[in-house]
Each structure stands twice: as C-alpha cells, then as structure tokens.
C-alpha cells in the first residue's frame, strides 16, 4: 500500500475523520460505525446534527446493505446505479435497520455515493465494510471549493487532490421515495 494510503486508512481505523480529494468536492471522511468519529466531523465542521451525513462506498454491493431497496423502483435505481457509478451521483432510499445507530439518527433514509476518485477508492477498499460516512470538507456554510484553513488545521490527515482531478461541483442528489423520483440538487 502507498504512504498516503497506509496513513489514511490507520487514521480512519483509529477513529480520526480526515479530508481526502472525491470526483467532486474535498470530502471530510470517517468511520461510518464510529459514534466518536461521526461527532468529530460535526464539531470540525460547525455542522448542526440535525443535518446528515451520506455514505460512499467502493461499490453498489458495500451500500446496498445500508439501504432498503423496493421491487418497484428497484430496476430504476438498478440503471441509474450502472450509468452513474461511479460518479458524482448521491441516491437517497430509505435505510434498513444495518445503518449504524450513530449515522444519521433520526432519519428514515440515507444518501449513498460510489465516487469516481482513484485514491478515495483504494482508500474504501480496505476500510471496515468499505464504506465511509462523509461530508464536504468546509464549514458549514462555507465554500466547499477547498477547505477552510481552520478545518485544515485540525484535521490530522489532508491530501492535495491532482490538478484537474476534482469537477469542484457537488453530487447531483436524486430521492427514491413512494415509487418517484425526486431531484433535491
């Protein structure tokens, strides 16, 4: 395994978030089965607990354990999943009972993303359950282009993403709810 990466995965396996280059935009990465890993980004961020948290995995079969899928939407999300991902596309379904109790307390669902990034990637494949609770790497209410300086300085781990490997736009956001589909973003 390469430097960076052995370094990362030994961060997030010690309960430590850490701010890693995604398809999209820098994200803040933890454990997604760590409750003080999850507290961690929301007090880095200045995040308000009420608003959640997505889960990035290595592939669809690393997520769909996390989620409850319906035979009627579920050739929908089937295509979309095999078009889009990875990709800087976030699905929303509702979540089964294997979500964490420390993830997304309080909500009913869950927003899912395999992202296209070589690192984060290599990075999902040896975590636990290759899966990542993740955020954008800002303060709330902030830029999400880079990271603040003073999230950076806290952070215990950042790796500078290549030039041109990140589109600096966020994750388009489709709702899978009662048989619709619903653009959030």
């Not at 390469?2 to 280059?21: D, H, R, Y």
């Amino acid at each position: 395994m390469v430097s960076n990466l052995k370094q990362a995965l030994n961060l997030i396996l010690s309960g430590e978030p850490i701010i890693v280059p995604t398809d999209t935009v820098y994200g803040l990465v933890c454990r997604h089965d760590s409750k003080s890993a999850i507290e961690k980004i929301y007090k880095l961020k200045k995040r308000e607990t009420g608003k959640p948290l997505i889960l990035l995995g290595y592939n669809w079969k690393a997520l769909q354990r996390f989620v409850c899928v319906r035979v009627k939407y579920s050739k929908a999300l089937q295509k979309l999943i095999k078009t889009n991902w990875p990709g800087p596309l976030t699905i929303i379904l509702p979540a089964s009972n294997n979500i964490p109790k420390c993830l997304n307390e309080g909500f009913k669902t869950i927003g899912i993303r395999v992202p296209k990034n070589k690192f984060l990637l290599g990075l999902l494949k040896y975590c636990p359950e290759q899966v990542l609770a993740s955020t954008s790497a800002n303060l709330s209410g902030e830029s999400d282009h880079y990271p603040q300086k003073a999230l950076l300085k806290k952070a215990k781990f950042f790796i500078e993403a290549k030039k041109n490997e990140m589109s600096l736009k966020p994750s388009r956001i489709l709702e899978f709810k009662k048989n619709t589909i619903k653009v959030l973003r």
